[in-house]
T-cell receptor
Framework: SQQGEEDPQALSIQEGENATMNCSYK?????LQWYRQNSGRGLVHLIL?????REKHSGRLRVTLDTSKKSSSLLITASRAADTASYFC??????????FGAGTRLFVKA | GAVVSQHPSWVICKSGTSVKIECRSL??????MFWYRQFPKQSLMLMAT?????????EQGVEKDKFLINHASLTLSTLTVTSAHPEDSSFYIC?????????????FGPGTRLTVL
């Protein structure tokens, strides 16, 4: 079963613009992770934010976490065509399982 | 970071045949591995948890006789799609928890694309 819902489902922007994706989840979590998937490829781990953190940065990525609203956002600044991919939030479940959100398909136009 | 490989990368088979997909942890041991299925433009759906030395545990709605999982060693789990049909065509991805069974990170294989004709 899927834990999270993400919006938007699809996002198309111009190169250089910022892209924001949101994720909501249902149960209590210890951490939340974001992954990227290029078309037809495996997953790349982007960033992990723990439940006691509100914001985290990694390069052009900024992730926020609001545990009271059970939501997280991923911001990609100064987007590039190479950022075109699907982005998923993921939360851990008992037994080391990882449950994925529905994903946001990002298309960055050059 | 840790590396997980899958073989084959893609496979095309006739309806009714069985297909085996391998998932290997290359530089670490994994007592637990996970198998996911992903249909086009959809998210990853957890199918089952592969446990070394014991039976796999399947998510609700996944047929264990259809998707046979064997975790033969600490570095290898296999998923066999038995009597494959076109509706089984999908992208199958495995993952393993990080080092020392860390809950914090999963390492994913590159995926196997299965097409059943």
């Amino acid at each position: 079963s899927q834990q999270g819902e993400e919006d938007p489902q699809a996002l198309s922007i111009q190169e250089g613009e910022n892209a924001t994706m949101n994720c909501s989840y249902k149960t209590s979590i210890n951490n939340l992770q974001w992954y990227r998937q290029n078309s037809g490829r495996g997953l790349v781990h982007l960033i992990l934010i723990r439940s006691n953190e509100r914001e985290k940065h990694s390069g052009r990525l900024r992730v926020t976490l609001d545990t009271s609203k059970k939501s997280s956002s991923l911001l990609i600044t100064a987007s590039r065509a190479a950022d075109t991919a699907s982005y998923f939030c993921a939360t851990p479940c008992p037994g080391f399982k990882t449950i994925f959100g529905a994903g946001t398909r990002l298309f960055v136009k050059a | 970071g840790a590396v997980v490989s899958q073989h084959p990368s893609w496979v095309i088979c006739k309806s009714g045949t069985s297909v085996k997909i391998e998932c290997r942890s290359l530089d670490f041991q994994a007592t637990t591995m996970f198998w996911y299925r992903q249909f086009p433009k959809q998210s990853l759906m957890l199918m089952a948890t592969s446990n070394e030395g014991s039976k796999a545990t399947y998510e609700q709605g996944v047929e264990k006789d259809k998707f046979l999982i064997n975790h033969a060693s600490l570095t290898l789990s296999t998923l066999t799609v038995t009597s494959a049909h076109p509706e089984d065509s999908s992208f199958y991805i495995c993952s393993a928890p990080g080092l020392a069974g860390s809950r914090d990170e999963q390492f994913f294989g590159p995926g196997t694309r299965l097409t059943v004709l």
